[in-house]
């Protein structure tokens, strides 16, 4: 909160934090109440990465969203904001966007998720078993999803398909995914692979797809189990605030030229 302090202006409540830290680099999402100037109150979710320099942290990315319709509160912070969901309902029909994943600049960080295996787990599990293992999974993947501001743009069998407005928030997720699956279930090991792109992608009816998309999942289809690989877009993005082994030249399908990924260190 210290460094809130010396931004000034405004003040947050916090009612609810999680975090995570990994050496110097930490990460958190955070519920509250926005307190600015003469404004009543209002509920805000904040989410970012710092990194820890001596005993202090200092912020890397931060990321404000407030459910507020106010014209006190446009006018005061400077930008339109929704609420109602018949006009959130609007902005989608035309936008053909899943909103909340929008970054400020335009772009949004796609990321794929796989069971590597997922063949052979079902064949030594059994059909019960396994299915009792994707809802285990699967509902890992959706609060880790919601609990870092992303949105889940479709589940395909036994991976998803995940979008983000930030690539700060988008690898803090995947780190937890990574962290919260790793353990296993019922002591059969889960090895997840997972593949992180940010870029401009086309989109119709709440869905992306394009080029970007299609790099995205091409990456997530060369990690390993276990593996998180970024590519170049997502490593200038994160400018160093998140450790990442060295690039890993890879041709993709589809695809011409070569590709750059980054393993992230994430254990």
Not at 135 to 155: P, Y
Not at 207 to 216: H, I, L, S, W
Not at 239 to 251: E, F, K, N, T, V
Request: hydrophobic fraction near 40%.
């Amino acid at each position: 909160m210290a460094e809130f302090r010396e931004l000034g202006g405004f003040e947050i409540e916090v009612q609810e934090i999680w975090g995570y830290q990994e050496a110097s680099v930490g990460w958190f999402a955070s519920q509250g109440l926005f307190k600015i100037g003469s404004l009543t109150p209002f509920p805000v979710r904040v989410t970012g990465i710092v990194h820890q320099e001596g005993l202090d942290w200092r912020f890397v990315h931060l990321q404000f969203s407030e459910p507020v319709d106010s014209p006190e509160v446009e006018q005061t912070l400077g930008r339109p904001m929704t609420s109602a969901v018949d006009d959130i309902l609007t902005l989608v029909k035309d936008n053909d966007l899943p909103l909340q994943a929008l970054g400020s600049d335009g772009t949004v960080t796609i990321m794929f998720t796989d069971i590597e295996g997922s063949t052979k787990l079902l064949e030594s599990l059994g059909e019960h078993r396994w299915l009792e293992l994707l809802r285990w999974h699967d509902g890992v993947v959706r609060l880790q999803t919601g609990v870092f501001g992303g949105v889940v743009v479709k589940g395909q069998g036994d991976g998803f398909m995940l979008a983000f407005p930030a690539v700060g928030s988008a690898t803090a997720c995947a780190i937890a995914i990574q962290r919260s699956l790793s353990s296993g279930w019922n002591g059969v090991t889960l090895p997840i692979r997972i593949g992180l792109h940010c870029g401009k992608p086309s989109a119709e009816n709440g869905d992306y797809f394009g080029r970007e998309v299609v790099v995205a999942a091409r990456v997530s289809g060369e990690a390993e189990g276990g593996e998180i690989l970024v590519t170049e877009a997502v490593q200038q993005r994160l400018g160093g605030s998140i450790p990442l082994l060295g690039a890993r030249i890879l041709s993709l399908k589809g695809l011409t030229g070569e590709f750059p990924a980054f393993p992230l260190i994430w254990q």
